[in-house]
């Protein structure tokens, strides 16, 4: 097993890209702590794990919370006794063209996938620190790029580009790895509210001519979490069937 009783926190792991990625590592051996905002999907995630017997924990944390995010740390620590792998996913979308975007929308989509992610990577720096080991592993976006109605998403993402790049600068001398997923169209519940023409268009774009799936980004963050990724850090790595090639 490649994570074998490596302790790992998934935000944002009630459904979606961040189950998945949970339930990867805990099938590769690892004990996984479950994160979500909404307790009905926590309780949903850790009953079915710990139905298959794994080693698992629900918090109800909102990674926006500066204090919310010490506290998941803390319970981490005390449940497992450290934090070896951290997975920023939490995200939301709040779409709409620039002029007609609310201060609020901007406000909650920065929060939640830019300083929500600060907000994990600087406290389960001192856990890794101590242990001279861990892999931080930050969910951005191909979006990155730009995307019309998407000015909040895509500079939070883009943010974490820069955040990933800075910690692992800062973090690389404490043995951590510091690296970034940006998926494509993956399908999510968030992609199936695309319309059916506008979605027949961006899949019209992607060379592979296909939606991705979310195992594609879980097998991807597998590796990254893993030993055979230990020379790799400062990293943005595309998954998106080639929408784009930086």
């Avoid at 702590?33 to 918090?59: H, N, P, S």
């Avoid at 929060?111 to 892999?135: E, F, S």
Wanted: hydrophobic share 40%; charged share 20%; glycine share 10%.
């Amino acid at each position: 097993m490649r994570l074998k009783d490596k302790v790992a926190i998934i935000t944002g792991s009630g459904q979606g890209i961040g189950e998945a990625i949970a339930r990867r590592f805990s099938a590769e051996g690892a004990k996984v702590v479950i994160d979500d905002i909404v307790q009905e999907r926590i309780d949903r995630v850790t009953e079915d794990l710990k139905a298959e017997g794994v080693d698992v924990l629900g918090v109800n944390a909102d990674v926006s919370n500066y204090s919310q995010v010490h506290m998941l740390i803390q319970k981490t620590v005390k449940a497992f006794g450290t934090v070896d792998i951290l997975v920023n996913n939490a995200g939301i979308i709040r779409d709409a063209t620039i002029m007609k975007m609310s201060e609020e929308y901007w406000d909650e989509v920065i929060d939640v996938n830019l300083k929500g992610a600060y907000n994990c990577i600087h406290h389960v720096g001192p856990v890794m620190k101590k242990n001279q080991y861990g892999k931080i592993i930050s969910i951005s976006s191909a979006v990155r790029f730009g995307n019309i109605g998407q000015a909040n998403y895509s500079a939070s993402k883009a943010g974490l580009v820069g955040l990933t790049r800075t910690t692992a600068l800062e973090y690389g001398r404490y043995g951590i790895n510091v690296n970034a997923i940006a998926p494509g169209y993956i399908e999510t519940k968030m992609i199936a509210n695309i319309p059916p023409k506008i979605r027949e268009m961006a899949i019209s774009t992607i060379p592979l001519h296909r939606t991705g799936q979310v195992v594609d980004i879980s097998n991807l963050c597998l590796f990254l979490a893993s030993d055979e990724s230990s020379y790799i850090t400062g990293q943005v790595i595309q998954c998106d069937g080639g929408l784009k090639m930086p």
